[in-house]
Structures are given as structure tokens and as C-alpha cells.
């Protein structure tokens, strides 16, 4: 997320500089935003506050979120019979999905269990540190073992809620059983109070992007349901998502097995070039080059990222094509790549809860994502399927001799 630049005002006491890895006397310089919530916060230098954004600006989100406790809406819907109710009845949503509240108290983690940093305040102190958002960590064999079995874990706990998902069945049921599953294996669901995400794991439906909170909204036939699941587990955080047709109305929907397989193609095409040397910014002209055959559109919103002890740290990993990402694969080293494909727009809009990411025309999405660990050779999946795991490719429909845009006869991605 961009940060807005910090403005100059006049200021005769020392304060001490609001960024986390400072510890010079603040300048002259003030966040916008803050001044916006009632708030003083003043940093050293214009350099120091782009330092810190990332930390800095969850205050906002705490200050928002308390705020609109104390000020409520103006614009309020009716809750139904069993007391849910849409909380932002006067935003212009982009399709038809409604987030349905209250959500369900944030669930408990016994003390047992390793926590990261942020467990409790909601702030990833770790990731904030100058060094670490710029160098990318070159694993120990040790550490590879740790990045290992935190990813065998994750995987586990997808499948087991991705069998769970039906007709019928809440995105928070969902949670429930993502939550549950992580601390049966003794593991920290890594979103839960991630930057404040109040859930422990995101359920993105049809137009929604990424960072779908789950809710009390009932799944229905004919639905995209991408389940994104992260465990902490022994310092190390594994993370992996995948897209669901739910019901079988939705695998005969054209436009969703469209959406669909392009995403789960352009991850495994990208896959294929990860290996020592590999460019990241290479992975984009490939994923843009496979949505294309679709007829699909690729975010540019979000991108892979660096993970081992870190939840997100370097390499950023963008999609899209002829981006200007940094920097090569080495062995050793622990990413991401995660490409979020539409059959619209690749421009996305961000419900009122400041997590929700929707597409900017309300037309379906779809989402894969793998942990991946560079080998001397080539690369290895940590987050592989397994045999028996769900979900899995649907055969794409055919229509008057075109398959998904790209016409019969030609080379077809995935085929």
C-alpha cells in the first residue's frame, strides 16, 4: 500500500521520532493521516516515515476500528431473523457478494503454542526492521527442514477445510476449522491478528480478490470459494491458497472454469522457471503471457513475497508483466508466487473493512499459491498437493470451436 508523504508544520518541543527503528528526536515532519484521526505523530525525516509506513499506518486501522465503535454508521441495514446484518449498506460494492456481520469473537490460542510477534498488539515488528524488507535470507539446511514441515502442515490444514466446503456451509465455519485444525498441530494460524485480521484464515468468494474475511454468509452452488490458510509452526510460517468450484453448478459454469484454470495454469507455468538465476521479475511475462489465452486479466495489486521465519519479507514477486522486480533466484532461498486472475479488470477496490479486496468491475477472480524453496537444480513445492487432496483441474468447456479464447487447433495452455 502506498503511504501518503508526511507534511511540515512548525513544532518548538523535542518529541521522539514515531518510527519503530528510531530512536532520533522527531523533526518538523507529521503524518497526514494521523492529523486527519486527532492524532500527533512526528518522525525525524521524510526517509525515516516511508521507513516505518508499514508498521506505522496499523494505527490507523486501530484508530478506525475504535472509532467506528464510538461513532456508528449513519446508514444502517435492518439485522435479519437470526441477527445478521450487512454492516456497510451505503458503500458502493462492485457485484453482488455482501459481507454478513457480526463476525464471530476472535478464537482463542492456548499460551502453549509459539506465537509470532504480532499475536497480541497486531504489529509484525520482525518484518519492520531495516535490513530485513531489502536483503533476502539465504536458508540454513536446518532452517529448509523447519520450511519443510511447517509446509506438509499447511497443506494438511487446507485440505481438511477445503472438505469441508459445500453448499450451505459459512465462510466462518471455515475459520472454525482452520483454527482448530492449526492448533491440533500445534500451530499458530499466521493471520489471525495479522496487521489486526481478525480471522485465521482468508476466504475469498467470486469477485473477491484476496483477504476475504470469512462471515456468516452461506456458501452457494455455483460459487468461487479461495481458501488461503498459513500456519506458524517452530518459528517458521508456510503458506499456500487455493481456488474451489462450490457445487456442482459451479464446475459447469464456463466463465468460472475459466477463471479458474487459468490462475491454477499461470502458477504452474511460472513454477516451471523458477531455478538459480531466474529473474523475478521473469515470473509476470509468463503468468500475463498464459491469463491472455484466457481472455483473463492479471492483479497488479499484490505480488508473491519472501517467507521463512518471516511471514512476508524480500523478494517481492510481481505477476504481471514487464514489472521492475529486483533481483534473482539463489539456492536456498523460500517465496512465494500467488497470481490473482480475472475475467475483467485487473483494478481492484477495497471494502470498508480495509482488508476485503474485490475487482473494480465485480467480475469473478480466482487465486493459487505455493510455497516454494530454490534448489541447486531447480526449484521444490513445498505446499505440493497431495494424492487425495481436493479440489483439483476441471476440463474446460468448449463453445462453437473455442476453448476459453483460444481457438481449437492451436496450442492450448493446460491442455
Known amino acids: 500500500m502506498d503511504q501518503a508523504p508526511a507534511k511540515e508544520i512548525v513544532v ?8 519503530g527503528d528510531c530512536e532520533n528526536d522527531a523533526g518538523s515532519l507529521q503524518c497526514p493521516n494521523c492529523q486527519k484521526l486527532g492524532k500527533e505523530s ?27 465503535s464510538i461513532f456508528p454508521p449513519k446508514v444502517v441495514s435492518e439485522p435479519d431473523a437470526d441477527g445478521h446484518f450487512n454492516p456497510f449498506p451505503a458503500f458502493p460494492f462492485t457485484g453482488s457478494l455482501r459481507p454478513v456481520y457480526p463476525l464471530s469473537p476472535r478464537r482463542a490460542v492456548p499460551e502453549s503454542i509459539q506465537l509470532p510477534d504480532y499475536s ?57 476449522v482452520v483454527h482448530e485444525a492449526c492448533l491440533a498441530r500445534n500451530s499458530y494460524p499466521s493471520p489471525l491478528n495479522y496487521c489486526h485480521f481478525p480471522k485465521s484464515v482468508c476466504t475469498s468468494v467470486n469477485e473477491v480478490i484476496c483477504h476475504g474475511i470469512p462471515d456468516h454468509r452461506p ?20 503458506d499456500l491458497n487455493e481456488s474451489y468450484y462450490v457445487g456442482p453448478a459451479s464446475a459447469q459454469n464456463s466463465d468460472n472454469v475459466r477463471v479458474v484454470e487459468a490462475a491454477r495454469n499461470c502458477l504452474d507455468e ?26 483473463c486479466s492479471v492483479v497488479k495489486t499484490y505480488c508473491g ?19 521492475k522486480a529486483v533481483g534473482e533466484a539463489k539456492p536456498g532461498m523460500c517465496f512465494t508466487i500467488e497470481p490473482m486472475i480475472t475475467l475483467g479488470t ?70
Request: glycine residues 8%; hydrophobic residues 30%.
Open 12 to 19: 518548538d518541543k523535542k518529541r521522539k521520532c514515531e518510527g
Open 42 to 68: 512526528y518522525f525525524c525525516s521524510q526517509d525515516c516515515f516511508k521507513r516505518n509506513w508499514s508498521t506505522h499506518k496499523q494505527a490507523h486501522k486501530a484508530a478506525n476500528s475504535m472509532l467506528s
Open 120 to 176: 497480541k498488539a497486531g504489529i509484525p515488528i520482525s518484518e519492520q526492521k531495516f535490513g530485513v524488507r531489502n536483503k533476502i535470507k539465504i536458508l540454513t539446511k536446518e532452517e529448509q527442514e523447519g520450511m519443510r514441515k511447517v509446509c506438509r502442515l499447511a497443506r494438511e490444514v487446507l485440505d481438511i477445510a477445503a472438505r469441508e466446503m459445500k453448499p450451505g456451509v459459512t465462510t466462518d465455519h471455515i475459520d472454525k
Open 219 to 238: 456458501l452457494e452452488d455455483g460459487d468461487i470459494l479461495n481458501i488461503d490458510v498459513t500456519l506458524y509452526h517452530n518459528g517458521f510460517h508456510g
Open 270 to 295: 511460472a513454477i516451471k522457471l523458477v531455478k538459480p538465476g531466474a529473474l523475478f521479475r521473469s515470473y509476470g511475462d509468463t503468468i500475463e503471457k498464459v491469463a491472455k489465452t484466457y481472455d
Open 305 to 323: 513475497h519472501g517467507i521463512n521465519q518471516l511471514f512476508h519479507c524480500a523478494p517481492n514477486v510481481p505477476h504481471y508483466a514487464k514489472n
Open 346 to 415: 485487473h483494478r481492484d477496490k477495497t471494502w470498508p473493512d480495509d482488508w476485503t479486496s474485490v475487482t473494480a468491475d465485480g467480475k469473478r477472480t480466482a487465486q493459487f499459491e505455493h510455497t516454494l524453496l530454490v534448489t541447486e537444480t531447480g526449484v521444490e513445492v513445498l505446499t505440493a498437493r497431495l494424492a487425495d487432496s481436493p479440489g483439483g483441474p476441471v476440463e474446460l468447456p468448449k463453445t462453437n470451436g473455442v476453448t476459453n479464447g483460444v481457438t481449437n487447433g492451436e496450442t492450448k495452455v493446460g491442455a
